[in-house]
């Protein structure tokens, strides 16, 4: 999809964290799930030096644990050396000992890696409402510590910790070529169900040898964050462990300043990684056979986009008939008038059109349906990846969402852990 | 579960638009589907004498023709004379032509019953977006005109009539005694799908024969509809057509005056019969296997509480894992954190109650979880209806949210008509 930029290849497969310089990584089974399998669960990110740090967060209001020490950690100017991640359980509503289970956690991880514990920053993910096993988490951080010395090209493993309901590794890097000489930024993320980000998504982390202030750092995070994670839906369930965190170790010596065309280009590179990590959640989302655009123009503002899409995004008898491969556009008109959003069927058009650069075919004009083109739209329906295009006529919004279809087996899947 | 009046007895079956004085009606097959069928699609309520009318609509912004057209006429202060509703096209996203058909059946009706063409009010639901067969439907109203002349007892068929996807007939009636004498008030409605009602639900027609003046009879369907048909969610998809109706004939001669017991009386007997109605049409979700009732309390406000409910109830992980009897209450608490209402992981308890009057088990409170009742809830969550508690510890706030699970059922049903 993103092909608008042939000056940055952006690469999917391998990827390690040590790829970028200035950091190491690894992961190993730390039976977290106390299934007494070898599934990976427990991750290290690390930094040869303390990192500029920028994150978003979930805005769920029963933010995990680790969560809360990270957004704290960001707020007070911390500059990280590593990363710890465990899958397999989320320390989300799990009160003061939650809490108390994060922060050893950290103290752990410092101790075997040599660190202050508020260099080590910690993430979860998985079961809501259970305790983490901190005697398998602690064991393990200490194996961690062992293997990442011994071990130089085990980094790769770590993308695969994180995963959950996941199918997939979810990787991208692209290498930036800015004004003093090249630059990395590489990122892994995790995520398939529980896909309704606001201000962040699942797990995703990034890393980048540019030294980049903590202003631009986070600014430009913040917006491409919102262009990428912020701009997909699976089932409209947002989690209570969202998080996205980018570090900037400097270790190229190549620094991207405010206010130049080297910032366009570092925050053009990161909107191509984070993009790419976004599709792949979507497309691994959780039994789905379908990725479908929702492309939003002339709303009366962005945020009234925003707010249509996602109602026909996370719409149930939207999301059923795209299984169906049922070109069923009247359920769309109907999600868009309960969107909030300010418009009116004498002024909206809706069009169907293939993936990629295809031609739009006209659906309803100002409340007219173009009946004769059904065996177009049908035919569109019918394939894996499709868009739709609403204008409605109100004024300059836009909005773009990635959203996926709903099938039986999604029920199957979740309707017991 | 209303067991709290015994003074009212609430009626379910048999149930004629004729039991309540001064109102006739029927219905018959006019295949507005195209399917050659004999399914009862066109019905009509008549009212010997002009009467006084209260109605909700669907907040729904591609309002359906009918729906704008009630709305106009409810606003304009017309009495109405009769309702003429069709099921199996919803008169939706059909523009101006939409608009004319709709017109086109008020004239056809009012010449066939001997009326004026606002004197006919028209519904309709059914499938989005396709021009309603006028030829049909004019045929049928003709025929109708003259089965209703000749027919006395087939007043029943109306509420078949209203169906689509609904499994059975939801009909409630009351006698109501007002101090000058009994008064009845009966209902009818239809919904299965594409149940989120906001300000009104589906279809519901509601008739009574007390003297009541205009203004009290919209204040107290108003005040009603709140708790019963806008506390209810099947899929969270707010229709175009939604529209509650209820006249008032005066046949009776009992007034029932603003600021009396009257009042009172009858707008618990009026909220009796739409939470019967209202609990029907959640009862025949599509697809679905169980009911649960989601109770808000301590909230900051009740829009608040509200937004709880609807989040949870609306929630697919949630509705998915009591589809599989998994009282997986982590996904509640997310649902909970997402909603938007304040609340923190430090102040809310959560529990889990049999339908009715059971006890409630703690499952949740401030932080800690219970798990040693976890048998009990599993008990619980494993049957066709049960009970959720939330307490926010925030203020006063309460909502009551009737909702169901999501089963591979819905999917299946769902992916094409």
Chains 1, 2 share one sequence.
Not at 112 to 121: C, D, I, N, Q, S
Not at 165 to 188: E, Q
Not at 230 to 254: K, W
Not at 362 to 382: L, Y
């Amino acid at each position: 999809m993103d092909t608008e930029n042939p000056a940055f290849a952006l690469e999917r497969e391998p990827f390690t964290p040590a790829e970028v310089a200035g950091f190491s990584g690894g992961a190993l089974a730390a039976d977290i799930r106390g299934h007494g399998d070898d599934r990976l669960d427990l991750a290290i990110l690390l930094s040869e030096r303390p990192c500029t740090a920028a994150g978003t967060f979930t805005r769920n209001r029963m933010a995990a644990a680790p969560v809360r020490i990270c957004r704290d950690l960001l707020n007070s100017g911390v500059a990280p050396r590593g990363i710890l991640v465990n899958s397999g359980n989320a320390n989300a509503c799990t009160g003061a000992r939650g809490m108390k289970d994060a922060m050893a956690m950290q103290a752990a991880a410092a101790q075997a890696f040599g660190l202050r514990r508020e260099e080590v920053w910690v993430c979860s993910t998985g079961r809501i409402g259970e305790p983490l096993p901190m005697d398998r988490i602690c064991t393990g951080i200490q194996r961690l510590a062992t293997a990442v010395g011994s071990t130089a090209a085990f980094g790769e493993a770590a993308a695969d910790a994180i995963l959950t309901s996941d199918t997939c590794r979810k990787v991208a890097s692209v290498t930036v070529p800015l004004s003093a000489g090249p630059v990395r930024i590489s990122g892994m993320a995790k995520g398939a169900g529980m896909i309704e980000p606001n201000m962040a998504t699942m797990l995703a982390f990034l890393t980048t040898d540019a030294v980049v202030e903590q202003g631009l750092l986070q600014s430009s995070l913040g917006a491409v964050v919102e262009e990428s994670f912020n701009a997909i839906t699976v089932d409209g369930d947002e989690s209570t462990n969202d998080t996205v965190l980018l570090l900037a170790s400097g270790a190229s010596g190549v620094e991207c300043r405010s206010g130049t065309e080297d910032e366009m280009r570092f925050r053009e590179a990161l909107r191509r990684v984070c993009r790419e990590l976004a599709a792949r959640i979507v497309g691994d989302g959780e039994r789905i056979t379908k990725v479908v655009e929702i492309l939003i123009q002339e709303a009366a503002n962005d945020a009234e986009a925003r707010a249509v899409a996602r109602a026909i995004g996370n719409s149930l008898l939207v999301k059923t008939s795209w299984y169906g491969n049922d070109p069923n556009w009247g359920r769309i008109m109907d999600a868009l008038g309960y969107s909030g959003a300010r418009l009116g069927e004498e002024t909206v058009t809706l069009g169907y059109a293939p993936a990629g650069e295809g031609e739009e075919v006209p659906v309803f004009t100002r409340g007219h349906c173009h009946i004769e083109n059904k065996p177009q739209w049908q035919r569109m329906v019918a394939e894996p990846r499709f868009r739709i295009v609403l204008r409605l006529g109100q004024g300059e919004g836009t909005a773009r969402l990635l959203a996926t279809d709903l099938s039986e087996g999604y029920v199957d899947f979740n309707k017991s852990e």
